[in-house]
């Protein structure tokens, strides 16, 4: 299903325009301008499927209240089936999003954010790197500080329309709910503690998972950061265990639904809807024996 356009653009045009209206004096804030970010990552899928990728986040904050921003990602994705291999390599899909946030004044600083994400088809189906469909998805997220060196959160995220899930790391069609807890340790350094779940409808493609998520950060001057984290699969349908490591400017601060989320760096570097959709079951280019596509 592709989403029409004009419809999208309203929806985003919308999202925006009721929080500048209940920002007030702080939607003039000055945001951080232009924000870089590049990760690395591994990932067991399932027994027999692994990744790794290179992502970039390239983000624009016009306000402290709004940020745009897009995650190109280079896949290699391997299936080890009775001692065949079949590899592909490639660009996956494109997401494209818009991320609003509020900061309410008062005890705990609570914070509240949505972010709403369109992924285009770039991936190549033939070759199982992207789905073939355009793709809708909401985040939602809340977060508090309820001490100084401490911050909690929770997020939920859901897709509006086709294989909207935003990672390999959860499963599509379904509600992925995440907890996540950053505390910060010394001068510059923090570590994160996540658990994240999928529920709802289950995919052929993909069993719903839980996760436990680790990580942690360490700012270089005011905003560059360098961050490490971790996921071990606690169930059976799980992703087995993933790792990433990221550097650059987007990755700094703290935010419900941005790149700079514990769970969510993690998550976000293995986008691209490898073997979903029309490009199910195709990596290496749905050849048999030893190949790459």
């Known amino acids: 299903m592709r989403m029409p356009a004009v419809p999208v653009c309203l929806l985003l045009i919308g999202l925006a ?3 500048s209206a209940a920002a007030g004096q702080d939607s003039t804030s000055q945001g951080a301008g232009v924000l870089t970010g590049l990760a690395f990552g591994a990932a067991k899928i399932t027994t027999v499927r692994s990744e790794r990728a290179v992502s970039g986040v390239l983000a624009y904050q016009p306000r402290a209240w709004i940020t745009f921003s897009t995650s190109p990602t280079f896949v290699r994705a391997t299936d080890d089936t009775n001692g065949t291999r079949l590899t592909s390599s490639g660009l996956g899909d494109l997401p494209l999003s818009v991320a609003v ?14 972010s ?11 070759c199982g790197l992207g789905s073939g469909e355009t793709s809708v998805g909401l985040d939602l997220g809340a977060g508090v500080s ?6 909690l959160s929770v997020g ?4 509006l329309s086709g294989l909207s899930s935003q990672s390999a790391l959860t499963a599509p069609r379904a509600t992925s709910l995440s907890m996540d807890a950053s505390v910060d ?10 658990m994240s779940g999928d529920f709802g409808q289950v ?6 998972s839980r996760d436990l998520g680790f990580g942690t950060s360490h700012t270089l001057g005011k905003r560059l950061a360098v961050t490490l984290d971790g996921s071990a699969g606690l169930t ?17 601060g703290v935010s419900p639904v941005g790149p700079n989320a514990a769970f969510r760096r993690l998550k976000k570097t293995f986008v691209g809807s490898v073997s979903r959709g029309s490009g199910h079951g195709k990596i290496g280019g749905s050849k048999t024996g030893t190949t790459s596509c």
Do not use: C, M, N
């Open 101 to 114: 946030e509020r900061e309410l004044p008062g005890a705990w600083s609570p914070d509240f954010a949505a």
């Open 116 to 126: 709403l994400a369109i992924t285009l088809p770039t991936g190549s189906t033939q």
């Open 236 to 252: 059976t349908g799980s992703p087995k265990w993933a790792l990433s490591l990221g550097i650059g400017t987007a990755y700094s």
């Open 17 to 19: 325009t009721g929080v």
């Open 146 to 151: 309820p001490v100084d060196p401490l911050h």
């Open 185 to 194: 340790l010394a001068e510059g350094w923090t570590a994160s503690l996540s």
């Open 156 to 159: 939920a995220s859901r897709g």
């Open 203 to 208: 995919d052929s493609t993909q069993a719903l």
